[in-house]
């Protein structure tokens, strides 16, 4: 067979066994400004990142929106299940990550969850402690590192990844080496475990899902301080006194005694009248302006269903709406979590498998989800109907695929943290049981019955796992 006019054998196998990159991530200098040489390691390093880890820390302490945002963003992937399955050919590497991970010194879901936390400062650095137990080379900790005091350092050549580092410096300018002067540390690759939010659009830099937030919290920031100077001005009730000429002044100063409090005495001669000036009304600007930040911040991460409730009482939206946007916002953590996992089966899980069972050893898959349990009652309501459905169905054809019927039970078993091989073995045979024994009337088909039987065994261990918590 000819190989095709663009892929030259000879040419490729050159490339192959030079092992080696002609172009470059970095070369658009002008778009990741701020890169440096280290002088340490000759890498490059970003020393003027775009934001800065204590300016969202602030801005979380001190916004409810932005603090509900984090929130909505990172908790559905803390608390989502981290599992490990053998690829074929395992030979035992899975169980032997998963021990791994059972004797970190810190659980693997705080892992997880500073991995979580990369959605807010684009990178968070974690350093991998190895050590020896039981002859195995493994993990002692994934040791958290402050997102504030690393940098990432890449290959001025191709600009992969080779690792970070970390300013060693404590409040006040101490340092922890022996109250030398303050120092950076190098954590290598092989040390070093980064997650990059984001990598999709900038691979470099990684993408802060509360950047847009950020700006928006400024100019709320900008708002509440006049909002502030405007309710200052209002709590005191401002007067238009109609004088005689030549009174202005004398009818001003006693007036203006009125600010502190008291009684100010004017006489009829002077002063024809007096009439308050009401200005409160102009505060609704203030109100509307805030309103309308706090919608950007939420839109910007996709989480408008937070802002439904108040639109809703206010009028300007609907309840039902928040059906659909949460399920949009649950993809695009569904995204999130397998980059998380995809990051910890390059970083965690195959670095493990080298040292300990060779370079050509399987490496473990790692999952993270379903993100989200919102839909669980749903899918398991469905199937409980379909079980009622088949139970009684008649004819020549099932009008339900038996694929269909095994996707839905697969996602379900997820959902419940259950063994879904033992889940698929129960299915299965379930389904042949009922299509090996039809009942003597004769109306129903072989794959209706192996329909029904498998409906009823999955919505059988549905029951049970609902009954046991």
């Not at 340490?40 to 302490?61: S, V």
């Not at 650095?125 to 080379?137: I, N, P, S, Y």
């Not at 340092?175 to 070093?192: M, N, Y």
């Not at 091989?421 to 009942?439: F, Y």
Request: charged residues 20%; aromatic residues 8%.
């Amino acid at each position: 067979m000819t190989a095709p006019a663009d892929i030259d054998v000879t040419e490729i196998r050159q490339w192959a066994e030079q092992n080696s990159e002609a172009g470059t991530e970095l070369s658009a200098f002008s778009r990741y400004g701020g890169f440096g040489f280290d002088p340490d390691t000759g890498d490059l390093i970003d020393w003027t990142p775009e934001w800065q880890a204590r300016d969202i820390d602030a801005m979380l302490d001190t916004d409810g929106i932005a603090r509900a945002g984090e929130q909505a963003l990172t908790l559905p992937l803390r608390g989502a299940p981290l599992t490990v399955k053998g690829e074929a050919g395992d030979r035992g590497q899975a169980e032997a990550v998963s021990q791994m991970l059972d004797g970190l010194a810190d659980p693997v879901e705080d892992t997880v969850g500073h991995a979580a936390q990369a959605q807010i400062y684009r990178m968070t650095f974690l350093e991998k402690v190895w050590t020896v137990r039981d002859g195995q080379f493994t993990f002692e900790s994934l040791a958290w590192r402050p997102p504030d005091s690393c940098l990432p350092t890449r290959d001025p050549q191709t600009g992969r990844l080779t690792g970070f580092k970390q300013q060693m410096t404590w409040w006040g300018g101490r340092s922890g080496q022996g109250g030398r002067k303050p120092e950076w540390v190098h954590i290598p690759t092989g040390k070093a475990l980064m997650f990059v939010h984001g990598k999709a659009r900038n691979p470099i830099r990684g993408v802060s899902e509360l950047a847009a937030a950020y700006r928006c919290y400024q100019d709320k920031q900008k708002i509440r301080f006049l909002w502030s100077v405007f309710l200052k001005g209002a709590s005191v009730q401002r007067l238009v006194a109609l004088t005689q000429e030549g009174s202005e002044a004398k009818v001003a100063q006693a007036l203006a005694k009125l600010a502190a409090g008291g009684v100010a005495a004017v006489s009829e001669n002077d002063a024809k009248s007096i009439t308050p000036l009401d200005a409160t009304d102009s505060g609704a600007f203030f109100k509307e302006a805030l309103a309308y930040l706090d919608n950007e911040m939420l839109s910007s991460i996709l989480a408008g269903f937070l802002g439904l409730t108040g639109a809703a009482m206010a009028g300007r939206g609907s309840l039902a709406l928040s059906k659909d946007q949460s399920e949009f916002f649950d993809q695009a953590q569904d995204a999130t979590a397998r980059e998380i996992a995809a990051d910890m089966r390059a970083q965690v899980a195959r670095p493990f498998v080298v040292v300990n069972f060779g370079v050509n050893a399987t490496v473990p898959k790692f999952t993270l989800g379903p993100v989200s349990r919102a839909s669980a009652q749903e899918q398991m309501d469905f199937l409980k109907g379909l079980a009622a459905g088949t139970a009684s169905q008649s004819g020549a054809q099932s009008i339900v695929p038996q694929e269909f019927i095994d996707e839905l039970v697969m996602k379900i078993a997820g959902y419940l943290d259950l063994d879904t091989d033992k889940v698929a073995a129960a299915v299965t045979d379930s389904a042949e049981q009922a299509a090996a024994t039809l009942p003597a009337d004769g109306v129903t088909t072989p794959q209706a019955a192996a329909v029904s039987g498998a409906v009823g065994a999955a919505t059988q261990l549905v029951q049970q796992e609902a009954a046991a918590a």
